[in-house]
């Protein structure tokens, strides 16, 4: 009975453990506990209502001693009426042998139940997984944010399909998240290996590079993906960040000009900091069109109300120098 309930104990421990690398460990470990768990209840001695008190201290010893019959001789005759003991036991059917074939049931209902989407997960209509559906997964749990599951997932696939290059840019994403970025530029490098022109993954490695300060070298591979790729707003973001980062404000607003123009990428990052260049370079119109552009994505930011109440005099200024005062408070 104890070996049950440490059983059904040790898969409770285990889905506690190990439930955030996949969702499917979390059907199968609880359903599994709970199998063992209602069989180890099932397992419990049973008192006879109906047997004397005058039996014998040996006959009641015998009676009670412990069955080595095996798991699948309990279930056989815990279905045929004997509360889960062996044939040398049998004892008549009373209201907690009832109680047993409940439980069993039950346990047994639970278990089904939480493995059948465990292995609907793994087995679909034509079969396993393919690459092209792990790498789907991986997607939407990463969509999720359920990064753990979506590595695997990525992993997987590359186990199936190993020039899968999206697949391994999927996995250089993670590895930027978890801050590691020399291993998530290899798989970057590993990707444009199978596919060179691919330029999710130039982009994806600059913006590696650009997290570990190395912005000369990001500048390096932006410029030729925006020879090629005119249309690529987001690398020519990211270059300008780069020159920005490097103090080259007159390379810098060339690009962030460029982004701007497209219109669709405006935001109050872009904004603010197109209107920073400008101030420094003392373009005070630009500034502070850009400037009031930025409070219309956010209009939080004190240090744009500050300056707005610098560079605009009389009571226009004001206006920008109270909101400013307020917002301080």
């Not at 001789?73 to 042998?97: C, I, T």
């Not at 260049?277 to 004190?302: G, M, W």
């Amino acid at each position: 009975m104890r070996i049950y309930f440490a059983i059904g104990c040790v898969f409770l421990f285990a889905m506690a453990l190990f439930w955030s690398v996949d969702s499917s460990i979390v059907y199968i470990f609880l359903g599994a506990a709970c199998f063992f768990l209602f069989l180890g209840f099932n397992s419990r001695p049973v008192q006879n209502s109906n047997q004397s008190f005058r039996t014998s201290y040996r006959q009641a010893e015998l009676e009670n001693y412990p069955s080595t019959d095996s798991i699948a001789d309990r279930l056989k005759n815990l279905f045929q009426g004997n509360g889960g003991q062996g044939q040398s036991h049998r004892q008549p059917e009373d209201a907690m042998a009832k109680g047993r074939k409940i439980a069993l049931i039950v346990g047994v209902t639970f278990f089904i139940l939480f493995t059948i989407p465990f292995f609907a997960t793994i087995f679909g209509s034509n079969g396993a997984y393919d690459s092209l559906s792990y790498y789907e997964v991986a997607q939407q749990q990463f969509a999720a944010q359920e990064y753990d599951s979506a590595y695997l997932n990525f992993k997987r696939a590359l186990e199936l399909e190993p020039e899968y290059a999206e697949a391994m840019v999927g996995c250089g994403d993670i590895l930027v998240i978890r801050n590691e970025r020399d291993s998530a530029i290899l798989m970057y490098d590993n990707a444009l290996q199978i596919n060179p022109a691919y330029k999710e993954a130039t982009y994806k490695k600059a913006l590696a590079w650009y997290g570990q300060k190395k912005y000369n070298e990001g500048i390096g591979i932006l410029v030729p993906l925006i020879e090629a790729e005119p249309e690529y707003y987001d690398a020519k973001w990211l270059l300008g960040d780069c020159y920005y980062t490097l103090n080259k404000y007159d390379e810098a607003i060339g690009w962030y000009e460029d982004v701007y123009q497209n219109g669709g990428m405006r935001s109050s990052n872009l904004c603010y900091v197109m209107a920073y260049v400008y101030d420094t370079k003392q373009q005070y119109d630009k500034a502070i069109s850009l400037y009031q552009e930025t409070l219309t994505y956010d209009s939080t930011i004190v240090g744009i109300y500050k300056r707005l109440g610098e560079l605009i005099p009389g009571d226009e200024g004001n206006i920008y120098r109270t909101k400013a005062f307020e917002l301080k408070q």
